[in-house]
Every structure is written in structure tokens, then in C-alpha cells.
């Protein structure tokens, strides 16, 4: 039985962190990766680079977010910033209005 709860566990964070990316990202116009981490910790949501990198790269390849490498005005290293494009502002409303929906149905079935 635990198996089945932990992959059920993992298949409905896998889509509620990738919600909480667009989400972030859409927020402040653009993030780089090691910023989403940081955001997503501070509002409890922890989460590796291993398992954010794949999504942010998938993401892109899915035209979904836009990347660009920044160097100038930067202390340190260029980074990587991702920004949402046209689709994935469309899909992010999609996203937002299903996910609503679901919690919707979740508080009224458990009243």
C-alpha cells in the first residue's frame, strides 16, 4: 500500500510543482533556476536542482518558457532566466482554472 500512496504522492506534486513554476516565473516576469529553489523553499515547496532542471529544460523544449543567458550587471556567473512565452501564459490559465476546480470538488466532497 505504500507504494502506491508515495507514487500517488509523486504524481500529484510533479503537476503541483510545475503549476507553482509558471506561477513564480509569470510573478516576476523572469526567474533563473537557483531563484525559483529559493522561492519555491520559502513558501515550503522544497525542491533539488535535480529534479527542477529537467522541468525548466522539458518546459523549454515544450515552448512553453523561453530562455536566455544573462551576464552583464550580474555578480558572479551569466544565469540562465527562463520567462513564460505565449503558450505557457496560456497553459498557466488552464492550469490555474482546473487546479481551482479540483479543490474545488476536493471541499465539497470532504464537507
Same mark, same amino acid.
Given at each position: 500500500?505504500?507504494? +502506491? ?7 500529484? %506534486? ?9 506561477? *513564480?516565473?509569470?510573478? #516576476?516576469?523572469?526567474?533563473?533556476? !537557483?531563484?525559483?529553489? &529559493? %522561492? *519555491?523553499? &520559502?513558501?515550503?515547496? #522544497?525542491?533539488? &536542482? ?6 525548466? @529544460? %522539458?518546459? /523549454? ?9 544573462? +551576464?552583464? @550587471?550580474?555578480?558572479? #556567473?551569466?544565469?540562465? !532566466?527562463?520567462?513564460? +512565452?505565449?503558450?505557457?501564459? %496560456?497553459?498557466?490559465?488552464?492550469? &490555474? /482554472?482546473? !487546479? ?5 470538488? !476536493?471541499? @465539497?466532497?470532504?464537507?
Amino acid at each position: 500500500m505504500a507504494g +502506491t500512496s508515495d507514487n500517488w504522492k509523486t504524481q500529484i %506534486r510533479k503537476g503541483y510543482l510545475e503549476l507553482c513554476v509558471l506561477l *513564480l516565473i509569470q510573478r #516576476h516576469r523572469k526567474l533563473y533556476g !537557483f531563484d525559483l529553489i &529559493e %522561492r *519555491l523553499a &520559502e513558501a515550503s515547496l #522544497h525542491v533539488k &536542482e535535480g529534479t527542477l532542471y529537467p522541468i525548466l @529544460n %522539458r518546459m /523549454s523544449a515544450d515552448g512553453l518558457l523561453g530562455a536566455s543567458w544573462e +551576464t552583464e @550587471n550580474l555578480k558572479g #556567473h551569466p544565469r540562465k !532566466f527562463y520567462a513564460l +512565452t505565449r503558450d505557457g501564459a %496560456r497553459l498557466l490559465t488552464e492550469m &490555474e /482554472s482546473e !487546479f481551482g476546480e479540483m479543490v474545488s470538488i !476536493f471541499k @465539497n466532497l470532504s464537507k
